[in-house]
């Protein structure tokens, strides 16, 4: 399975607030052993968000969205995708009744744009949201699949993480599994260990297919990150093993600070 994630929200594009969200789905993805090539940046316009979906549903078979569930009008996102796909909108009980009980504790009236929340596509999975008001929903029609989860991360790592892992984790066949070399600055060690250096060391490795080998140029010095797919946690471990043992030394033990799995 290929999947495609749509960040919702002109905040985003106008850099107001960090897009966190993409970066955990793309890190959670990856280590579930699903593909993920593209990311979106869409504001709160239906007709671009139509158009983002369309270009994602051509080049993949999911698409998770993030933002867009609450209950102001620029909310737009679940309204979109029942069009999109072509269900019918049905108000789900227990949102509703969560609703409510949120609503009475506060001693505040259920207005109708609260209630809107509860309605949910026809036939979909819907994530009740134990941390917020927007339910989370997962759509699957004419072999396409979407989920859709609210916007602020404190709402959807946890809906992400406890619910729709076990939604993906059914569409993959392999798990990826990552060693980090972590090398000391060239402050701490007075050698050449930047990036381009360390790339040309590693020389060959870095065209492999799995694992993968790639540099990243970080502040506190460059990491070298090792990546294999496999059935198995298990089976992926033995892939690395050997790869890392040569970057290690293509780079120069002296020049590594520690290795860990990521």
């Known amino acids: 399975m290929v999947v495609e994630i749509i960040s919702v929200g002109t905040e985003l594009l106008m850099g107001s607030i960090t897009n966190t969200n993409a970066r955990h789905i793309a ?45 102001t009008k620029d909310d737009l996102t679940k309204e979109m995708l029942i069009s999109y796909f072509g269900c019918s909108p049905v108000e789900d009980a227990e949102a509703l009744r969560r609703l409510e009980e949120r609503a009475a504790r506060r001693g505040v009236p259920l207005t109708e744009s609260m209630r809107k929340q509860a309605t949910v596509p026809a036939g979909a999975l819907v994530l009740q949201n134990n941390n917020g008001t927007a339910p989370g929903v997962v759509i699957e029609k004419d072999g396409r699949a979407c989920i859709m989860l609210p916007g602020p991360p404190k709402e959807m790592i946890p809906m992400f993480d406890e619910a729709c892992e ?53 502040e506190d010095g460059v990491l070298v990150r090792v990546t294999a797919a496999a059935p198995t946690r298990e089976e992926g471990r033995a892939l690395l093993a050997p790869v890392v043992a040569a970057a290690k030394d293509a780079i120069g033990a002296e020049y590594v600070k520690y290795v860990e799995e990521d």
């Open 166 to 218: 076990r939604f993906l984790r059914a569409k993959s066949d392999k798990v990826f599994v990552s060693m980090n070399l972590k090398l000391y600055t060239m402050a701490e060690k007075g050698l050449p260990v930047g990036e381009s250096p360390v790339a040309d060391r590693l020389g060959a490795l870095v065209d492999g297919e799995n694992p993968t080998v790639a540099t990243y140029a970080k």
């Open 27 to 71: 890190r959670r993805l990856a280590h579930m052993g699903l593909d993920s090539y593209y990311q979106t940046v869409v504001g709160d316009n239906p007709e671009r968000l139509r158009a983002a979906l369309d270009i994602a549903f051509s080049r993949g078979d999911c698409v998770i969205t993030t933002g867009g569930l609450g209950p």
